[in-house]
């Protein structure tokens, strides 16, 4: 894999930032967009822009042909059965909040148990807990233990407790702190056979490693588009088509209806029961075109490449004096996330002495504070790998954190 | 270390931050947080009439937040409580050095809005 070739794709890796190259280290947060990406969205809105589904002209026609080939693209990319399981939303946040306002609404009742983890963002923790508030339900905690890998035999104590009351585990495929890989499919075992579903939110794993809903055997999985070098505004989520078939739409609208009376309405099949309102088509497009981007890359060189990156980074940060890692150094069942605390420097301070060498990091509690608070780490900083990075980069950034941390100490 | 946010009055009031105690006598305090980053500010007043008495700090943050509160602490003592009140958001990046539009101004202004806060309580 051509790294410098890579990066000419990327026209904003030619920015400078103070006077510095700039050095992105936030994919976490969001990645980089390539120009084909970027092309893509102009063209649409230069050559075929119209709403979908409503009107009969040709670029009507256009635009929906645009609209249903995303949902086919986006199905073979996750190894679907059909582009019917593949609704698309704003992000991976609206994706969980989809799936407790209508599988978790429709079914769940009071005393019934949804499974979290310790180490869930907040967007996987908030919907449930304002379940729990309407529905007098329970959330439950995998815990997180101190070698930071998921207690998932936990879940076996909950099986033995609640038994068939045990109605959702909803779990992050890889934490966006820790950077560490869960086990879904034993996950998935476990929680199938009390008669329960499993929710994925595969937003960090998605531009990493290959998501295979049938390898996984999720019953929901949920990703944002601009993890993966895709545009901002485009989730998606995919769910089983027997359990989708028989759900109330969440969000209702325009759109999402065969007919409408005074009294009532029919929904629409799927997906388009889900998707109210007017389509985000050059957003689908966008992803769409990412997702073809990065069939240009084998995992298998992406990953060897991502790993490289990280090992050189955490060898780096290992050399400086009190210097803590909030997770494992381990190179096993990870990618390139890592979060670190200085002692006695804060991390936005950490962030903003980097900035000023056109470091981009991200520094605070990245949506995770529970599992922050879990290790009583205070805030963290984190940086993340990309498939644009290179080995000079973690260079320069190891070596401006060892400066850091040797001149800015109280 | 040469740096553009973190001048060396900047990172003098981080090192020694002024006033930074519990005021074991006062009248009235003020807790915010920035629930972004973590940072935590506690600023305690002891007013005697109009005039601001006593003033001090505690806290948990980063540089520019601390050095931010320490120098405002220094400001405000003795004064009266509306010449206080009449500070800006501005003026205390000025007083810090500080463009309008940095990322860093929610760490700058949390010792300003936490005063404020006591001032109201």
């Known amino acids: 894999m051509d790294t410098e070739k890579i990066r000419e794709q990327f026209p904003i890796l030619s920015r400078e930032i103070n006077g510095k190259p700039l050095i992105y280290f936030d994919n976490a947060a969001t990645t980089q967009k390539p120009q084909v990406v970027i092309d893509a969205m102009n063209e649409y809105y230069k050559t075929s822009n119209a709403n979908v589904h409503r009107s009969l002209h040709t670029l ?88 930071y890998t998921l207690d998932i035999n936990y879940l076996d104590y909950l099986k033995l407790k609640y038994k068939s009351r045990l109605k959702i585990l909803s779990i992050s495929h890889v934490s966006n702190v820790l950077g560490m890989v869960n086990d879904v499919k034993k996950l998935a075992k476990k929680i199938h056979s009390v008669g329960g579903v499993l929710c994925v939110d595969v937003a960090q794993s998605v531009a990493h490693m290959p998501v295979d ?133 804060h991390p936005h301070d950490i962030a903003s002495l980097l900035d000023e060498r056109g470091v981009a990091i991200r520094a605070g509690y990245h949506c995770a504070e529970p599992l922050h608070t879990k290790f009583d780490f205070g805030p963290s900083a984190r940086i993340s790998i990309g498939i644009y990075n290179t080995q000079d980069e973690v260079k320069v950034f190891t070596d401006a954190v060892k400066n850091i941390s040797n001149n800015f100490r109280k | 270390m040469t740096s553009s946010l973190y001048k060396e009055n900047i990172l003098d009031h981080y090192k020694n931050p002024r006033n930074f105690k519990k005021l074991k006598k006062s009248t009235s305090n003020a807790f915010l947080n920035n629930v972004t980053c973590g940072d935590e500010m506690e600023v305690f007043l002891n007013i005697e009439g109009n005039l601001v008495k006593d003033i001090s700090f505690d806290a948990r943050g980063c540089a520019i937040s601390i050095a931010a509160m320490s120098m405002l602490s220094e400001k405000v003592k003795g004064k009266k409580i509306s010449e206080v009140k009449k500070i800006t958001d501005d003026e205390v990046l000025k007083m810090l050095g500080m463009e309008k539009e940095t990322p860093r101004m929610k760490c700058a202004l949390l010792g300003i809005e936490t005063l404020r806060k006591a001032l109201s309580s």
């Open chain 1, 213 to 345: 809903v049938k390898d996984l055997d999720c019953d929901f999985l949920c990703f944002s588009g601009h993890k993966m070098y895709g545009p901002m505004g485009i989730g998606v989520v995919y769910g089983k088509k027997e359990i989708l078939q028989k759900l109330e739409p969440w969000i209702t609208g325009g759109n999402i209806v065969t007919k409408v009376w005074k009294n009532g309405a029919h929904w629409a099949e799927l997906p388009q029961k889900f998707e109210a309102g007017t389509a985000n088509v050059v957003e689908a497009v966008g992803l769409m075109e990412a997702i073809n981007w990065l069939k240009n890359y084998s995992w298998e060189d992406r990953r060897e490449h991502e790993e490289k990156l990280t090992s050189m980074a955490i060898a780096g940060l290992s050399t400086i004096c009190d210097l803590e890692f909030l997770g494992t150094k381990s190179l096993e069942d990870r990618i390139g996330v890592i979060s670190f605390q200085l002692k006695d420097i």
């Open chain 1, 60 to 147: 009507a026609a256009e635009s929906t042909k645009l609209w249903e080939q995303a949902h086919k693209e986006v199905a073979d990319f996750l190894n679907a059965e059909s582009d019917k399981e593949i609704i698309f939303t704003g992000n991976a946040t609206q994706g969980l909040n989809f799936v407790a306002n209508t599988y978790g609404r429709q079914y769940l009742k009071e005393g019934d148990v949804v499974v979290i983890s310790e180490l869930e963002h907040h967007s996987n923790i908030l919907p449930w807990l304002q379940l729990a508030k309407e529905k007098k339900i329970k959330v439950e905690w995998l815990p997180v233990l101190e070698d």
